[in-house]
């Protein structure tokens, strides 16, 4: 019963912040500053651990795009800071607290700025919408879950183990990676705004996600995956521009 109150008080909290731009409730169990001190903390330990570019021109593109990105965003409360990972993975991130992170194997695959400033204006979304804080207090709300069912059930303990393994599989399918493929979405759509807004052409992004798209080989099913296939995010991100477009923003298609 005591977990079961505490469950009830935490799922109080829903619906008491709300994500930027979308206006979507958001559940958020951990405080910011702590937050922002978890951002800070994985920024420390990447630095030690990674190998950063050496070629200047490339890392001063990358800081002058991502200020121009986070000059629009509004978020004034961050200590924003761009770096280039010397690595041949295709991906990017942002921790909590604006600490911007592109390898230069998805550089690579970039035509041109507006590109750059695609993935730049999507991973700073994800901050500003604090999806890092979102996505632990599922896992917390997850965890709390598990324990109050195997207690209904009274699952005998030699059976735990299969039973949080079975437990930890529906969840995951069931709500934590629609929950990720939710927050994808959502950054696609507040980074096209952030783009557009710093003064890059939104379309760039559609094209860059065509690129991804013809290169990527063979993708899980959307179901079993933490994002949206390429065709899904394609679609929705040209949706997107054409809203934007419909409020009085012209860019080239």
């Known amino acids: 019963m005591r977990v079961l109150l505490s469950l009830a ?21 951990i405080d910011y500053e702590e937050e922002i001190a978890l951002g800070l903390s994985a920024s420390e330990e990447i630095k030690e651990e990674s190998d950063f570019s050496t070629d200047r021109r490339l890392v001063e593109r990358v800081r002058r795009i991502g200020k121009r990105i986070a000059d629009v ?28 992170f ?3 194997g998805i550089l690579k695959v970039m035509k041109n700025d507006d ?5 730049m204006g999507h991973e700073v979304a994800h901050a500003l919408a604090r ?14 879950g598990a324990e109050i069912l195997a207690e209904a059930l009274e699952i005998p303990e030699e ?17 934590l990676l629609p929950y990720s493929r939710e927050h994808e ?27 991804m ?33 419909k409020g009085g923003m012209h860019f080239a298609g």
């Open 9 to 29: 008080i935490l799922l109080l909290l829903v619906g008491c912040a709300k994500a930027p731009v979308t206006g979507r409730s958001q559940l958020l169990l």
């Open 73 to 100: 965003s509004g978020e004034g409360r961050f200590e924003w800071e761009f770096h280039v990972i010397e690595e041949d993975t295709l991906n990017a991130f942002c921790l909590p607290g604006g600490k911007v």
């Open 102 to 104: 592109f390898y230069t």
């Open 115 to 119: 590109q750059i400033a695609a993935v």
């Open 131 to 144: 999806h890092g804080g979102e996505r632990l207090s599922m896992e917390m709300i997850s965890d709390t």
């Open 159 to 175: 059976y735990e183990e299969v039973y949080a393994g079975a437990y930890g599989i529906i969840s995951n399918v069931g709500v």
């Open 185 to 211: 979405s959502e950054a696609d759509q507040i980074g096209v705004l952030l783009m557009a807004k710093a003064g890059y052409n939104p379309y760039e992004a559609i094209r860059f996600w065509e690129t």
């Open 213 to 245: 798209q013809a290169t990527g080989g063979g993708e899980s099913p959307e179901f079993l995956s933490t994002h949206p296939s390429d065709a899904t995010r394609i679609k929705k991100i040209r949706t997107y521009i054409q809203q934007l477009e």
